[in-house]
Structures are given as C-alpha cells and as structure tokens.
T-cell receptor
Framework: KQEVTQIPAALSVPEGENLVLNCSFT??????LQWFRQDPGKGLTSLLL?????REQTSGRLNASLDKSSGRSTLYIAASQPGDSATYLC??????????????FGEGTQLTVNP | DGGITQSPKYLFRKEGQNVTLSCEQN?????MYWYRQDPGQGLRLIYY???????QKGDIAEGYSVSREKKESFPLTVTSAQKNPTAFYLC????????????????FGPGTRLTVL
C-alpha cells in the first residue's frame, strides 16, 4: 500500500529565506506527483504537477523535483514571503489505479514565514 | 470563471440526521471526487466518479452515499450511519484518467465544514 510522508510537520522561517519541503513515498510506481497549498479553512490550490517521466517543474519562485527511484520529491521556495504561510501537501497517483485518478496524500507541512 | 463550488460553507447536523453536501464544477471534467480531511491527517478518499451514473467507493465510504446524475454535479450525503462525521469535506475534479499519459491534475473546491451538534 502506498504511503506518503512529509517532513517536517511544521516549519518556521524568517522572511527572505530559501527553504525546502520534503515528501517521500513508499512505492516508486507512480504516474505523477502533485504539490498543493492549503490556507486555513480553505480548499487546496494546485501548485505543480510532475509526471513520472519528468525530473522537475518550475512556477515562479517554486521549484519541485522528483526522484522516482528513491521515492522522494522536494518543493523549493525561493525568497520566502509572509504570504507563503500555509500548509503544503504532496500527493501521488499510484500506477495500477485503473479506475479514476485517485491520489494518496501526505499529512502536510505547515509553513510559517515571519516578517 | 471556471471552477468548483461547494455549498454550504458550514453545515451543522443533529444526531440521526442525513445531510447533503453540494459540489458543482464547470470545468467540463469527467471525473469527480470527495475527500474527508481531519486534523493531523491527510485527505482520505470517500467516493469518486468517472462518468455520469457511475461511481466507486474510496477508502472510507461507510456511512456516505453519492449520486452522479449530471456531469457537473456530484452531491455527497452523510447518513446517520456515519458515526463520526465532524470533518472538513473537499470535492475535486479532473479530466478522465486514460492511462499514464493522461494529464490528470486535480482541482479542488473551497470545502464544507460539517459539525455534529
């Protein structure tokens, strides 16, 4: 059974710092990995999706990498801002899910960027 | 604007009562999903649907029911059989998954917070 782990559970950094969030998964047989952002009491906002054949994806100050063989992904946030404060979740779509696109989620990293 | 809407934002349920959460999307997506989110836990899949009039159980379907009569709508009913329904419920949609090359990014609605009184 696929399991997704995110470390650390919480992170607090000063504004302007570059930071890395980690995601690991137990079964490397995946179609893709998706990073989301969730603000308190809100839904999830998709940040980046990396297909299994890709190594990384970039969007603005965000860069996500994928090492499928080792079961790891990182989300790099450059020049962090207080507005980046949120919970970040990663999710994988396991191979073999012939029905639908069901995702397996990690528990998230709660990020606080202090002014 | 294209997107996913959920209503109501907050919902209160009395013991023994059934309640229905609404989810509508205008993204022309074939697949729709319901997740439950509890504090300190990741999202867990309740039900999903790939096509109108068809749906499958997820990991925690007991005490829930769904219908998919229209492509754009996927309501979730929380029945009295669900013993611990207090949670945040999230609806999502994606293009139909058709194998490894399918671009199946999931998009989420704003959520409904259900509280049992």
């Amino acid at each position: 059974k696929q399991e997704v782990t995110q470390i650390p559970a919480a992170l607090s950094v000063p504004e302007g710092e570059n930071l890395v969030l980690n995601c690991s998964f137990t079964d490397s047989a995946i179609y893709n990995l998706q990073w989301f952002r969730q603000d308190p009491g809100k839904g999830l906002t998709s940040l980046l999706l990396i297909q299994s054949s890709q190594r990384e994806q970039t969007s603005g100050r965000l860069n996500a990498s994928l090492d499928k063989s080792s079961g790891r992904s990182t989300l790099y946030i450059a020049a962090s801002q207080p507005g980046d404060s949120a919970t970040y979740l990663c999710a994988v779509r396991p191979v073999g899910e012939t029905s639908g696109s069901r995702l397996t989620f990690g528990e998230g990293t709660q990020l606080t960027v202090n002014p | 604007d294209g997107g996913i809407t959920q209503s109501p934002k907050y919902l209160f349920r009395k013991e023994g009562q059934n309640v229905t959460l609404s989810c509508e999307q205008n993204l022309n997506h074939d697949a729709m999903y319901w997740y439950r989110q509890d504090p300190g836990q990741g999202l867990r899949l309740i039900y999903y649907s790939q096509i109108v009039n068809d749906f499958q159980k997820g990991d925690i379907a007991e005490g829930y029911s769904v219908s998919r009569e229209k492509k754009e709508s996927f309501p979730l009913t929380v029945t009295s059989a669900q013993k611990n329904p207090t949670a945040f419920y999230l609806c999502a949609s994606s293009r139909l998954a058709g194998g490894r090359r399918s671009y199946n990014e999931q998009f989420f609605g704003p959520g409904t917070r259900l509280t049992v009184l």
